[in-house]
C-alpha cells in the first residue's frame, strides 16, 4: 500500500491550496480516508476524515468551515481543500487510510499513511 500526497508549497495568509493524496495497493473506496498535520514540536493532530463512500465528514475545529475533503474513487484519491489559510496551518500534512468505517481522529485507527507534504503559511 502506497499513499501519497503531493500539492504542499509556500503561500501567503489568505491564500488557498489544494492537497492531493494519491493511493495504490488497496481498494481506495472501500477506505475511510484522514488528513492530519504535524507541526515542528508538536504532536501529530487530526484535521479531517471522510468515509469511504464520500457521503460523510468531520473536521477539526481549528479547520471547520476552512478546509474541505473530497474523493475521487475512479483515481483513488483525496483531496484537501484550504481556504483561507493562517500562518498558524504550517505543518507537514498527511494522509491516512483505514479499512473501519467510523470518522475517527485517533491517530491509532489509521493502518496507511503517506510521508507527508510540507504546507507553509507566511504572515
Known amino acids: 500500500v502506497q499513499l501519497v500526497e503531493s500539492g504542499g508549497g509556500l503561500v501567503q495568509a489568505g491564500d488557498s491550496l489544494r492537497l492531493s493524496c494519491a493511493a495504490s495497493?488497496?481498494?481506495?473506496?472501500?477506505?475511510?480516508l484522514g488528513w492530519f498535520r504535524q507541526s515542528p514540536g508538536k504532536e501529530r493532530e487530526f484535521v479531517g476524515v471522510m468515509s469511504w463512500s464520500g457521503s460523510s465528514t468531520y473536521y477539526a475545529d481549528s479547520v471547520k468551515g476552512r478546509f474541505t475533503i473530497s474523493r475521487d474513487n475512479a483515481k483513488n484519491t483525496v483531496y484537501l481543500q484550504m481556504n483561507s489559510l493562517k500562518p498558524e496551518d504550517t505543518a507537514v500534512y498527511y494522509c491516512a487510510a483505514t479499512i473501519r468505517s467510523s470518522l475517527d481522529g485517533r491517530l491509532t485507527t489509521y493502518e496507511y499513511w503517506g510521508q507527508g507534504t510540507q504546507v507553509t503559511v507566511s504572515s
Open positions: 495497493g488497496l481498494t481506495f473506496s472501500r477506505y475511510t
